[in-house]
């Protein structure tokens, strides 16, 4: 396929999430399957051209005053990808496949800035709505967190030291590009490629099959290391999932002690059985909650691992169609969902141990207020300083920016490099 060819099947697959309220990856795997003929190559493109036009919808909506799937993917290919007006034009007339050519208010609007002033959350590429929460959390920041959050995201791997060390995977990964990263010791970073650019596959990789490593954003594996899980504790990850905090808290404690996962939703649950045993990790009880129960483990955890339902606002860089979809009610039903949890999670908690409250989002209403909310009804319960926290886990490494009243810290991808990311610890007094 020819670059106009890719573009008119970008904005057909648009119109399909848009119209048809279709998650990206199902619309894109729709796509290719209905038209055998596209290569891989074709197929990178025209998801990375869907993808970056979602990220962008309101800036770029905005700059074209016409937030069409056509005006959407046409802008991401001249003004995001940079390929300009003329390369764009010639795209169009030479492929018959191509969408129709430019009309003369297309060609004005993305030539020049025409359009009225944006809105500072057009601007940033945030829903309206959440504005407020943005100028409250990031202040002057906003925009320029906003941004960061509609950028392409890198693909961080953490390496499971229960069977490999850093500087061996760094040789074998080399040809993909893996590099250090500057806060977790245990990451390696695949910068994100800009316009037409492919990631690689890690998990067909060796290192994957063999457990050498996972996929997980820094963020991530930063509320992993500031949890302070330790060889030999009793840990409760009661909000697993799939997974991923698990794997890296068993690395954390060597497979010595206890680490007990469970979850609300024993279908999320499922896959953790096969990574355990792809990560060789040997000391973990996983509780599905349709066979058994935690009572037994009331007031006898060294350490709770919340990482709670949430908004997903911090990794829209990684799912923005969820960034135009989050509603109102939807976020209200977070909410209560994190309180359920932070109320039934912290009577696991043993006196003088820690709980541990993390989500994927950028919004003080799923943060610091759920901190304060909590310790206000929990006084057996306070908060530990975050700059000690921070110091104690990752020695060395520059304290974030973002450090709430409650102890609770904030990482972002303009702030950190890193997805959004909240941790706020606490420590149960009696
Ligand atoms: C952010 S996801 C967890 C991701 C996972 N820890 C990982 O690292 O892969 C939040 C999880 O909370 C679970 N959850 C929601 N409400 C819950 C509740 N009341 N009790 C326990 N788990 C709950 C969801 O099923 C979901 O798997």
């Known amino acids: 396929m020819k670059d106009g060819g890719r573009l008119a099947a970008a904005i057909e697959v648009l119109e399909e999430i848009e119209t048809r309220h279709r998650p990206v990856q199902a619309a894109l795997k729709e796509w290719g399957t209905s038209h055998r003929f596209a290569g891989s190559g074709d197929r990178t493109v025209i998801g990375n051209l869907v993808f970056d036009a979602l990220r962008n919808k309101a800036s770029l909506g905005a700059h074209m005053e016409d937030a069409s799937a056509r005006a959407l993917v046409l802008a991401t290919y001249c003004l995001t990808w940079e390929k300009g007006v003329d390369a764009l034009t010639a795209v169009l007339e030479s492929d018959p496949h191509a969408p129709e050519p430019l009309s003369g208010a297309e060609v004005e609007h993305l030539s020049n800035n025409i359009g009225p002033e944006p809105t500072a959350s057009d601007e940033a590429d945030v829903p309206g709505w959440l504005w407020p929460q943005f100028e409250a959390v990031f202040g002057v920041d906003a925009v320029s967190e906003g941004k960061a959050l509609a950028a392409r995201a890198p693909v961080d791997l953490r390496v499971n030291t229960l069977k490999s060390n850093r500087d061996k995977l760094l040789k074998r990964l080399a040809h993909t590009g893996?590099?250090?990263?500057?806060?977790?010791?245990?990451?390696?970073?695949?910068?994100?490629?800009?316009?037409?650019?492919?990631?690689?596959?890690?998990?067909?990789?060796?290192?994957?099959?063999?457990?050498?490593?996972?996929?997980?954003?820094?963020?991530?594996?930063?509320?992993?290391?500031?949890?302070?899980?330790?060889?030999?504790?009793?840990?409760?990850?009661?909000?697993?999932?799939?997974?991923?905090?698990?794997?890296?808290?068993?690395?954390?404690?060597?497979?010595?002690?206890?680490?007990?996962?469970?979850?609300?939703?024993?279908?999320?649950?499922?896959?953790?059985?096969?990574?355990?045993?792809?990560?060789?990790?040997?000391?973990?009880?996983v509780r599905d909650p349709a066979s058994s129960d935690l009572i037994d483990l009331q007031g006898q955890m060294d350490l709770v691992f919340i990482d709670a339902p949430c908004s997903g606002t911090g990794v829209w860089r990684r799912r923005p169609d969820s960034k135009w979809r989050l509603s109102e009610k939807a976020l209200a039903d977070r909410i209560a969902d994190q309180r359920r949890v932070l109320e039934n999670a912290s009577t696991y908690v043993k006196p003088g141990g820690r709980l541990l409250y993390a989500t994927c989002s950028v919004l003080p209403a799923e943060n610091q207020d759920q901190a304060e909310w909590f310790l206000e009804a929990h006084p057996e319960f306070e908060a530990l300083s975050a700059k000690d926290v921070w110091e104690g886990a990752l020695p060395g490494v520059a304290l974030p920016k973002y450090v709430s009243k409650t102890g609770g810290l904030l990482l972002t991808p303009a702030s950190t490099d890193t997805d959004g990311f909240f941790v706020a610890l606490f420590t149960r007094q009696h």
């Open 178 to 285: 893996a590099a250090v990263t500057s806060r977790s010791p245990v990451a390696l970073r695949i910068a994100a490629k800009p316009g037409l650019g492919r990631m690689p596959h890690v998990q067909a990789e060796e290192g994957y099959q063999k457990g050498w490593f996972e996929l997980q954003d820094e963020a991530s594996q930063l509320a992993a290391l500031l949890s302070g899980a330790k060889p030999g504790e009793q840990v409760l990850d009661f909000c697993a999932g799939g997974g991923g905090k698990t794997l890296a808290l068993a690395a954390m404690m060597e497979n010595k002690g206890q680490l007990y996962a469970s979850d609300a939703d024993r279908l999320r649950l499922a896959p953790i059985h096969e990574r355990l045993q792809r990560n060789g990790v040997r000391n973990i009880q």
